[in-house]
Nanobody
Framework: QVQLVESGGGLVQAGGSLRLSCAAS????????IGWFRQAPGKEREFVAA????????NYANSVKGRFTISRDNAKNTVILQMNSLKPEDTAVYYC????????????????????WGQGTQVTVSS
């Protein structure tokens, strides 16, 4: 069972950047599709970005497309979410999630497709 730990959150002004990391404890990390989701106060958890097992397929929510970039390093068991041009509406707790599918290469979009979740990291963007 993989354990996920997010880091890199914080407070930033609008227009700034943050780099979130998701570190996994699993040797078979390359068999997991990884997603980032976020949840703002009073709102449902929503999809942000996902990356396939190989790293060759990525998906983004329309709201972050062109500003956020997801990448992975399977040798380091790490997924990075680079967030640029941040807006106040990006303020939320960001969660890393994983789904073990070693024989496929998908970047899953729906939170119900993920079995493992980190505890989240707070991102606050001030105007």
């Amino acid at each position: 069972q993989v354990q996920l730990v997010e880091s890199g959150g914080g407070l930033v002004q609008a227009g700034g950047s943050l780099r979130l990391s998701c570190a996994a404890s699993e040797r078979t990390f390359s068999g997991y599709t990884i997603g980032w989701f976020r949840q703002a106060p009073g709102k449902e958890r929503e999809f942000v970005a996902a990356i396939s097992q190989s790293g060759g397929i990525t998906n983004y929510a329309n709201s972050v497309k062109g500003r956020f970039t997801i990448s992975r390093d399977n040798a380091k068991n790490t997924v990075i979410l680079q967030m640029n041009s941040l807006k106040p509406e990006d303020t939320a707790v960001y969660y890393c999630a994983a789904d073990f599918s070693p024989y496929s290469d998908y970047a899953r979009l729906h939170l119900t497709e993920y079995d493992y979740w980190g505890q989240g990291t707070q991102v606050t963007v001030s105007s």
